[in-house]
Structure formats: C-alpha cells, structure tokens
C-alpha cells in the first residue's frame, strides 16, 4: 500500500481530515507534528534564558542564542524528521507550512516532495524559502501563486483549505442560545469587534487565547469568554448553537487590501449550518454572494448594522444559513483534497521514472 507522510503540527486540526481523505483514497498515512518534537532542553532551558536576555536588552529582538546548538527547537526538529523518515520510508512526503525545514533535511528526502502553503505568507523572501528544493508547491493564495510565478517558480498551483463534512455538520433541532459566536486568537483588531458585537447583544460566546488579559479592564469581554479551545464536536456544537458566527482575519483595520486565501474556519461554518459573517476576501468563491448564502462587511459599522439587522429577522437567518450550508454540501472535502495530492505525487513520480 502506498504510504504518505504529512509533516505539521496538531494544531490547527487539519491533520486529521486529510488523514481520512488519504484512507478513503486507500493510502496509508503517517504522520510528523513538529508539537511533539520540542526537546525539554530548548522548551525550558533556551527560552528561558533568550527571554530574559531579551527582557533585559542584551539581545536585541529577533537574535536568540543557541541558535546553532542541536538541541535548539528548528535543528531538533530537523534532525528528528530524518530519522523519523529513514526509519519509515514512505512513498511520498507532505509538508504543509507553516513550518519549513532546512536545505539539508530535504536534500536526504529522496521521495516526491510537495508542500501546500496555508499560512497568510505573501513576502517573496519568506515564499522562496518555503517553495525551494520541492518538487511541487500548492498554495491557498493565489496572490502568493503569483509572487512565486513571478520569482521563477512555475512549479505551483491553486489548492484551497478542506471541511471535514463528517465532524462539522448541520443538527437539527439545536436551540440557537447564542446571538455570535467567535473562536480565534485575540488580536487588537478583533477585539473591536467583539467590542462592537457586544454593544448590539450580550449573547456572545468567545474562545481562544489571549482574550483574558486584555478583557480584565472591560466586565462584558471578560464574560464573553467562555474558554480558550474550542475543537472537534465540541465546536461544531457551537456553531449549531449560534444564530451567528464571526469569522475575522486578525490584521489591522487600516490595511486596505482584502485577504488572499480562505482558510478552513469559514467552509466549517457553513458545514454546521449556521450564518458565516465575515470581512471580505480577495479570493471569494462566485457562488458566495452577500445577504444571500453568507454575511460580509468591510468595517465596524458595516458590522454591526448587518448583526442588528439580523438579530431582527429571525426568517433571514434562516434563509442565509440554509443557503450557506446548501452551497458548501459536498464541496470542498478532504476527499477531494487527497486526490488533488495523489495524483501530483504520481505525475511527479512518473516524470521522475521516465
């Protein structure tokens, strides 16, 4: 049986849908997550001392020690993923960025190598450091398609974020308890509009990390949270629970370009059954259409005119939440993921025996 390794980390959760995708495809899977590899020597020893030598200004930002030491997190992990792929020997190799391995490790991965870029990258040092020395680069932006066409690299192409259709799905029945929901890490610009959901409804639910320090100064936040993770079934029974959910990219409000790629939260959204309220995107699929199977804004006012409104119209959310759910049904799958993968991982292998 042919045999994929998929090299990441745990979180965020997309490991375990393209592991099913691959296993419906009847291909094995093994997997690398770099949060497992993290030696105790660097986790408590190296980032104690480069953060106090940072705090108290004798390394300047963006310099660490021990950077050359094996120990150190990028090196052991390096180290680690050869050894894990000799002693595994796999067909072909995954690498989904995020994180990126050095020269020398790719260079002893004598399989097919592709990558996929799901991170919002789009600096051309950063793109040519993460495509370089692989045989295929998929990308979930098709901004950062065109930087790399433009630096050289023809070898990339276009491949979206995935739902797992079977974890994130409609229930039907479920009371809507929750006005708007939010899972995100905080940012100073989310955190406006948290704010400003919360001057509309005190019905709000938020999760993630680092909302807590800067809520304790502000008592409707601070009850807002209701937890830092939120996964699996746990939060597909959010969304089921709210009329609502809020999907924002974490960057400042000043910026004036709309976001290139979409990532996986606003396809779960949709899978659940319930409203997708979200700042624009660049890359919008046509069939996306605002006000009748999801929600956009471009600002704060926009925001919460477009919640109040639907906070107002009981039939309209259910009318955009159904839709929502209607286009995203059976698109979109990791199914339909894997195959994109496998059959680049077999061209690439048959030009390689030719």
């Not at 050359?68 to 993923?81: A, G, I, Q, V």
């Not at 790629?261 to 996306?288: F, K, Q, T, V, W």
């Given at each position: 049986?042919?045999?994929?390794?998929?090299?990441?980390?745990?979180?965020?959760?997309?490991?375990?849908?393209?592991?099913?995708?691959?296993?419906?495809?009847?291909?094995?899977?093994?997997?690398?997550?770099?949060?497992?590899?993290?030696?105790?020597?660097?986790?408590?020893?190296?980032?104690?001392?480069?953060?106090?030598?940072?705090?108290?200004?004798?390394?300047?930002?963006?310099?660490?020690?021990?950077?050359?030491?094996?120990?150190?997190?990028?090196?052991?992990?390096?180290?680690?993923?050869?050894?894990?792929?000799?002693?595994?020997?796999?067909?072909?190799?995954?690498?989904?960025?995020?994180?990126?391995?050095?020269?020398?490790?790719?260079?002893?991965?004598?399989?097919?190598?592709?990558?996929?870029?799901?991170?919002?990258?789009?600096?051309?040092?950063?793109?040519?450091?993460?495509?370089?020395?692989?045989?295929?680069?998929?990308?979930?932006?098709?901004?950062?398609?065109?930087?790399?066409?433009?630096?050289?690299f023809t070898s990339t192409s276009y491949l979206?974020?995935?739902?797992?259709?079977?974890?994130?799905?409609?229930?039907?029945?479920?009371?809507?308890?929750?006005?708007?929901?939010?899972?995100?890490?905080?940012?100073?610009?989310?955190?406006?509009?948290?704010?400003?959901?919360?001057?509309?409804?005190?019905?709000?639910?938020?999760?993630?990390?680092?909302?807590?320090?800067?809520?304790?100064?502000?008592?409707?936040?601070?009850?807002?949270?209701?937890?830092?993770?939120?996964?699996?079934?746990?939060?597909?029974?959010?969304?089921?629970?709210?009329?609502?959910?809020?999907?924002?990219?974490?960057?400042?409000?000043?910026?004036?370009?709309?976001?290139?790629?979409?990532?996986?939260?606003?396809?779960?959204?949709?899978?659940?059954?319930?409203?997708?309220?979200?700042?624009?995107?660049?890359?919008?699929?046509?069939?996306?259409?605002?006000?009748?199977?999801?929600?956009?804004?471009?600002?704060?006012?926009?925001?919460?005119?477009?919640?109040?409104?639907?906070?107002?119209?009981?039939?309209?959310?259910?009318?955009?939440?159904?839709?929502?759910?209607?286009?995203?049904?059976?698109?979109f799958s990791y199914d339909e993921m894997a195959?994109?993968?496998?059959?680049?991982?077999?061209?690439?292998?048959?030009?390689?025996?030719?």
């Open positions: 049986m042919t045999r994929v390794l998929i090299v990441y980390q745990s979180k965020p959760a997309i490991v375990p849908g393209l592991e099913k995708g691959f296993e419906n495809a009847g291909v094995e899977t093994i997997t690398f997550l770099a949060n497992e590899h993290h030696h105790w020597v660097d986790k408590y020893v190296f980032h104690a001392i480069n953060k106090w030598a940072h705090n108290l200004r004798i390394l300047k930002k963006g310099k660490f020690l021990f950077s050359r030491h094996p120990l150190t997190h990028w090196n052991y992990l390096n180290t680690e993923l050869v050894k894990f792929y000799k002693e595994n020997n796999p067909d072909f190799v995954f690498f989904i960025h995020g994180i990126h391995y050095s020269e020398s490790t790719l260079s002893q991965i004598n399989t097919p190598k592709v990558a996929w870029l799901v991170d919002p990258v789009q600096d051309p040092k950063r793109l040519t450091l993460f495509a370089t020395n692989l045989d295929w680069y998929f990308c979930y932006s098709k901004i950062a398609i065109r930087v790399l066409n433009e630096l050289g979206p974020h995935a739902v797992d259709h079977h974890e994130f799905r409609y229930i039907p029945g479920t009371k809507k308890s929750i006005d708007i929901s939010f899972v995100g890490k905080h940012s100073v610009h989310r955190e406006k509009f948290i704010l400003a959901a919360l001057e509309v409804t005190n019905k709000v639910s938020l999760y993630g990390s680092r909302w807590v320090a800067p809520a304790l100064s502000k008592p409707s936040l601070l009850n807002a949270i209701k937890g830092i993770e939120c996964y699996g079934e746990k939060l597909n029974k959010l969304y089921n629970s709210s009329k609502v959910v809020l999907s924002i990219i974490a960057k400042p409000e000043n910026v004036l370009e709309t976001q290139s790629g979409i990532n996986m939260r606003p396809y779960e959204i949709l899978a659940s059954g319930s409203i997708l309220c979200s700042d624009n995107y660049d890359e919008l699929h046509p069939e996306l259409i605002n006000n009748q199977n999801l929600i956009l804004f471009n600002n704060i006012d926009e925001f919460k005119k477009s919640l109040s409104t639907l906070l107002e119209d009981k039939q309209k959310i259910e009318n955009v939440a159904a839709a929502g759910r209607e286009f995203i049904e059976g698109r195959k994109t993968i496998l059959a680049k991982f077999k061209e690439i292998q048959g030009g390689i025996s030719s």
